[in-house]
């Protein structure tokens, strides 16, 4: 089983839908959590860190459920610029990162 | 501006040969991380360096070696032992590599081409 595991996508949704993307881990010891996004040919880019009790910025939405060792990313009102690559990452606790392979977006007009 | 640079955007190296790819931070960041991108797969990480004059083997380091001599670079040589170099290579940085929470800030990254 992967430690990071995400549907490759892609989501193809019109603007102003809303979308949700799972990831789940495997290491039940894992300790902080991530969405990092990646445009095509980019660098990946922090999008927002993860919390127990979840966050919230903006349109973004982060949630984690350590019984089920899952984490959600959610994108309300879906924007062209949405369109990218999401990235799920794991901090393992051994002082490393665990990346998922990537959900793909897709927002269309 | 504070972050993360990279050098060169592209590369390309004929077989046999041993190149080295730059990353620089001025951050203050301690730690510092060397990935590999291919397609269709998660980044791998190559080498790791939570302090100067220290660095640990990641996942892939074979046919790779660093340097940390300086807090802000951590150059990757790719050697010619590395059988598949064609990649995207990532550099990254975080305050600390003992922390729990550990956002990791990326360059713009590398891309080798084996020729």
């Known amino acids: 089983r992967k430690e990071v595991e995400q549907d490759p996508g892609p989501f193809n949704v019109p603007e102003g839908a809303t979308v949700a993307f799972n990831c789940t881990y495997s290491?039940?010891?894992?300790?902080?959590f991530f969405w990092y996004r990646q445009d095509c040919r980019k660098e990946p880019k922090l999008l927002m860190s993860?919390?127990?009790s979840g966050n919230e910025d903006g349109r973004f939405t982060a949630q984690l459920n350590r019984a089920s060792q899952y984490i959600s990313l959610l994108i309300r009102d879906s924007k062209l610029s949405d369109s990218a690559t999401y990235l799920c990452?794991?901090?393992?606790?051994?002082?490393?990162?665990?990346f998922g392979t990537g959900t793909r977006l897709l927002v269309s007009p | 501006d504070g972050g993360i640079t990279q050098s060169p955007k592209y590369l390309f190296r004929k077989e046999g040969q041993n190149v080295t790819l730059s990353c620089e931070q001025n951050?203050?960041?301690?730690?510092m991380y060397w990935y590999r991108q291919d397609p269709g797969q998660g980044l791998r990480l190559i080498y790791y360096?939570?302090?100067?004059?220290?660095?640990q083997k990641g996942d892939i380091a074979e046919g790779y070696s660093v340097s940390r001599e300086k807090k802000e670079s951590f150059p990757l040589t790719v050697t010619s032992a590395q059988k598949n170099p064609t990649a995207f290579y990532l550099c990254?940085?975080?305050?600390?590599?003992?922390?729990?929470?550990?956002?990791?800030?990326f360059g713009p990254g590398t891309r080798l081409t084996v020729l």
């Open positions: 360096s939570q302090i100067v004059n220290d660095f």
């Open positions: 993860v919390y127990s």
């Open positions: 990452v794991v901090n393992t606790g051994f002082q490393k990162l665990v």
């Open positions: 290491n039940s010891a894992s300790q902080s």
């Open positions: 951050l203050n960041h301690d730690a």
């Open positions: 990254a940085s975080s305050i600390s590599g003992r922390r729990s929470v550990n956002e990791q800030f």
